[in-house]
């Protein structure tokens, strides 16, 4: 009975999940290039430690709208092979949209669950930028990984941090809760700083069956030209924030956006544009 509803919590969260990233999909796809700005290097990086080479076939897990897959495309050349694979399918299609316009033929896109991957492969490594903290099961997805991965390749995913290190994440909540008096979220449900905790995703690669594991963390600044700028990324990309305003009157909202831009002047800096600093912990494992 107990693993019957589990079973059934599990199954909501992933409808939950899927729901809410096929929604969010339109918003957060006019935020590419912002959002590539700071995020861009972490797809070279995550490239360079699962040692992708040319003509490598390699497996995104959870590439949204199609990072790090292009990236790592490029990478691997018209001899090689992308195959990014997405929950929602709204974002699966923007994917295929960057890939199009970018000629990338070699990039391939499928709206799969990352914690079954059974009939894909074999891959010769494996890249993920900052998904599998929203999964519920985390080390299912480092295990159906190593599944579908030829014996010696890599994996190496990024995820963010804790909190107090990670303002670009913390601030959506935080104004939510300001605003409507709504609950955290719990510290272990899916979302963006789940992971955050060092050591936290090195654990999750070696539950799921990877060797030579090492982690380590880099800082990232995203940046908005204002506040107001900053604010329209939230309303329109962050689902937090979006999931809050949902039949919200119009007054309520206008209230909202104005609190989320109090909190991002916070962090104007010299020359007037807002600065978000915050850390990014990597890991890469080895399947054996
Ligand atoms: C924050 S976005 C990151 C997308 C992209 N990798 C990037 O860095 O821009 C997280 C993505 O994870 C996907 N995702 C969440 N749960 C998933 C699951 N169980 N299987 C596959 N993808 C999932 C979401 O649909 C969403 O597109």
Known sequence: MTAERDEVALADMLRLQRESWSSAAPGWDQWFASFEAFAGPLSLELARLS?????????????????????VARMVGVAG?????????????????????????????LAR???????????????????????PEPVAV??????VLRPGARFAACVWGEGSEV???????????????????????????????????SEVLR??????????????????????????????????ARRALEGRTAQERERFVAEFERA????????GSIALPSTVRIARGTAS
């Open 51 to 71: 040692a992708i080479e040319t003509g490598d076939s390699v497996l995104d897990v959870g590439c949204g709208n199609g990072e790090p897959s292009l990236t």
């Open 81 to 109: 092979h992308v195959l990014g694979i997405d929950l929602a399918e709204p974002m699966v299609e923007f994917a295929r949209q960057h890939a199009a316009r970018a000629g990338v033929g070699q990039a391939e896109f």
């Open 113 to 135: 669950d990352a914690t079954d991957l059974s009939g894909l492969g074999p891959f010769d490594a494996a890249v993920s930028r900052f998904a599998i903290m929203l999964v």
């Open 142 to 147: 480092a295990r159906a990984v190593r599944s």
């Open 167 to 201: 303002p670009f994440c913390a601030l959506a909540p935080s104004v939510v809760q300001r605003a409507f008096g709504l609950e955290p979220a719990a510290p272990d449900a899916p979302g963006p700083m789940r992971l955050g905790r060092p050591g936290a995703l």
């Open 207 to 240: 539950a799921g069956g990877f060797s030579d594991v090492t982690e380590h963390a880099v800082r990232v600044e995203p940046r908005f030209a204002s506040a107001a700028e900053g604010a329209r990324f939230y309303t329109e990309g962050s689902g937090c």
């Open 264 to 271: 991002l002047a916070a962090h104007r800096t010299a020359d």
